[in-house]
């Protein structure tokens, strides 16, 4: 089966690549686990000029990356060269930190002397998407390496540019030869690398779909995972918020990266007395992005990943009207080459509709009144979801309070959800669990050894 590069601008086919091979796969995963081997006993030092190394690399070619990411998945180059940037600032940050984070930790009480280390596995499996080609890579990518791991890729069929892009950086980076590499595999060759025995573990960032699957084939195997899936975030505009900077914020997010990403705000939740306001708002707000080529720096959306995904989302926009909801702006597959999607905002949709528990990914914001606290919060953990959430008012004290009520890994006030380097990442309910980045990220894929004596 071929694996292949396809403009979602244009629809022009880019590159076309052969899948690897089972027996090209296993020598892989093999020659990975050998390298893993020197890799385990290398310095903190030594893993972190390799990361430094791949740092300097990533901006020195920034603006080539931000063009790949365009062409193949329709990233706005600007977003693209930012993605880059934060990629960066990752591999610096392990570098930095990651030897604190993963010092031996003594611990009083237990025999004359004890104390926590933090071992390396072997090869962890990444099963990553298209929405963030380099980011979602790097961020496991980064502290995996620094803790000693070895890491294999097996990245979204559709941009398969990106991920040999990826595997060059930290060949270039002078890291140990096959510590990083890329499975140029179809999903259906997951199990097979699973199977190796040098790989112990494996982070998913996608569909709850994929997300099931890879996690029974993991589980069947006893090799943990960390699973990183879709969310339907809340943003709870309260009577006092900043409107101004609500919607700057609400725009940014839901129409960042055309929508697809997990982290966007989808469901706003919206105080009555100031619905009105906060609606009229967003619509000159999401009316004023400019549309158009990726590779453009004046565009602030491009096409979406591809013409399926486009026709679900219309088809789910299409479902919220049959259940009583109204169109406000956008919502109808526009004519023309692309997998373009104008911004759409949808009003008016029962809250006991179907289409509600659903993950909308793609520029489309689904706006709910409500008339108290309690209301707010009691539709916003109304999903399977529990990603991340927001709250807008100027009453940081009620806000606060109001985070311990909601039902997901990250709440943020009057900000931008958003993946930090030194936050912990993930979800519950279906949103998935574990975490990425912080310090609990880099510890999720070691042995916590516990080492005691007397
Ligand atoms: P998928 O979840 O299908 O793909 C993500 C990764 O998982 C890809 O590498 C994919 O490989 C792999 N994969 C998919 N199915 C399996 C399987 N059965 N076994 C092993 N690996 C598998 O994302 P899509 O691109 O299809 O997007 C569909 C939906 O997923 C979106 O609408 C959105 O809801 C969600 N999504 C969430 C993301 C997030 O950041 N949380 C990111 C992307 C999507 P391959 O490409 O070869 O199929």
Request: net charge negative; charged share 20%.
């Amino acid at each position: 089966m071929a694996i292949q590069s396809l403009n979602p601008a244009t629809g022009e086919v880019l590159a076309t690549f052969d899948e690897y091979t089972p027996e090209q796969t296993n020598d892989i995963l093999t020659s990975t686990a050998t390298a893993w081997k020197t890799w385990r006993t290398t310095t903190f030092a030594e893993r972190a000029a390799c990361l430094q190394r791949a740092a300097t690399l990533l901006r020195e070619q920034k603006t080539r990356l931000a063009e790949t990411i365009a062409l193949e998945m329709g990233k706005p180059i600007r977003q693209g060269s930012a993605e880059v940037e934060k990629c960066a600032a990752v591999c610096e940050y392990y570098a930095q930190e990651g030897e604190a984070m993963l010092a031996p930790q003594p611990v009083d009480g237990p025999g004359r002397k004890a104390y926590i280390t933090f071992e390396p596995l072997g090869t962890v499996l990444t099963v990553m998407p298209w929405n963030y080609p380099l980011w979602q890579v790097f961020r496991i990518a980064a502290p995996s390496l620094m803790a000693g791991n070895g890491v294999v890729l097996k990245h979204a069929s559709n941009v398969p540019q990106c991920a040999l892009a990826i595997e060059q950086i930290f060949k270039d980076a002078g890291c140990l030869e096959n510590i990083f590499r890329t499975l140029l595999i179809g999903a259906r060759q997951v199990e097979a690398v699973l199977d190796h025995p040098s790989v112990f573990a494996v982070s998913l960032t996608g569909s709850e779909y994929a997300g099931q699957k890879v996690a029974a084939a993991a589980g069947a195997r006893l090799k943990k995972t960390v699973m990183e899936l879709g969310g339907s975030d809340p943003f709870i505009v309260m009577p006092d918020a900043d409107l101004d900077e609500a919607v700057k914020v609400a725009t940014h997010s839901r129409c960042g990266n055309t929508g697809q990403a997990c982290i966007a705000a989808k469901r706003f939740i919206v105080f009555d007395t100031v619905y009105d306001a906060f609606v009229t708002r967003l619509e000159e707000s999401m009316s004023r992005l400019v549309i158009g080529d990726p590779l453009d720096q004046a565009t602030d959306m491009g096409p979406m990943s591809s013409t399926t995904l486009r026709a679900e989302l219309q088809g789910q926009i299409d479902r919220c009207v049959e259940a009583g909801g109204t169109i406000r702006m956008g919502g109808a597959t526009p004519k023309g080459p692309g997998a373009y999607y104008p911004p759409t905002i949808i009003t008016d949709v029962p809250r006991t509709a179907a289409i509600c528990q659903e993950e909308f990914f793609g520029p489309a914001a689904l706006i709910f009144s409500v008339s108290s606290e309690e209301e707010a919060l009691a539709l916003a953990n109304d999903t399977p979801f529990g990603l991340g959430g927001s709250i807008w008012s100027q009453d940081e004290e009620s806000a606060l309070a109001m985070t311990s009520e909601i039902r997901t890994g990250g709440v943020f006030v009057n900000g931008l959800v958003r993946s930090s380097l030194h936050l912990p990442f993930g979800g519950v309910g279906n949103s998935g669990y574990g975490r990425e980045l912080g310090t609990y990220g880099i510890r999720e894929f070691t042995n916590v050894k516990s080492v005691c004596v007397g």
